[in-house]
């Protein structure tokens, strides 16, 4: 769920690390709690390569398809007329899956980094989640959390 927030949330520090005073060392400290963070939790699972595997193996569960369930994401409502899984691979698949999502959040993901809000911020979140729901290789119905706090707080 966590991939879901993760481009909105790096679009809006980064954008606000580039409006300090001295960009370069802020960008640097925010590199620096990223990878420390991302080194603790992956800690346990390092000791072995399988481990790790294993773990990037249920985080991208590839081998179940383009869709989980026939959840009502772009895949699946594209199905009706173009068939997905007879036309192509998984590889390509993957890759129209990763390209359409970043496409899809990457214009709230800009406007972050150039200029940051908080009622950017929430914005940027809706889309990402939504890009994630409903391109992603495999949708899932987290980004209605998001959209449960989005509304919340408007």
């Given at each position: 769920m966590s991939m879901y927030f993760a481009p909105a949330f790096f679009g809006h520090l980064l954008g606000k690390c580039?409006?300090?005073?001295?960009?370069?060392?802020?960008?640097?400290?925010?590199?620096?709690?990223?990878?420390?963070?991302?080194?603790?939790?992956?800690?346990?699972?390092?000791?072995?390569?399988?481990?790790?595997?294993?773990?990037?193996?249920?985080?991208?569960?590839?081998e179940r398809g383009i869709y989980e369930d026939y959840v009502a994401n772009f895949w699946c409502t594209t199905s009706v007329?173009?068939?997905?899984?007879?036309?192509?691979?998984?590889k390509p698949l993957k890759l129209m899956s990763l390209s359409a999502t970043i496409l899809a959040f990457l214009p709230s993901f800009i406007q972050q980094v150039k200029s940051p809000s908080n009622l950017g911020f929430l914005y940027s979140l809706l889309n990402s989640s939504f890009s994630f729901y409903l391109f992603s290789y495999q949708g899932m119905f987290y980004c209605w959390v998001d959209t449960l706090f989005f509304c919340k707080y408007m």
């Open positions: 580039l409006k300090r005073k001295y960009p370069i060392v802020e960008i640097m400290k925010l590199g620096f709690v990223v990878l420390g963070t991302f080194a603790l939790v992956w800690w346990p699972y390092l000791h072995s390569y399988e481990a790790a595997m294993q773990v990037i193996s249920r985080l991208a569960p590839f007329l173009i068939k997905w899984k007879r036309l192509y691979a998984i």
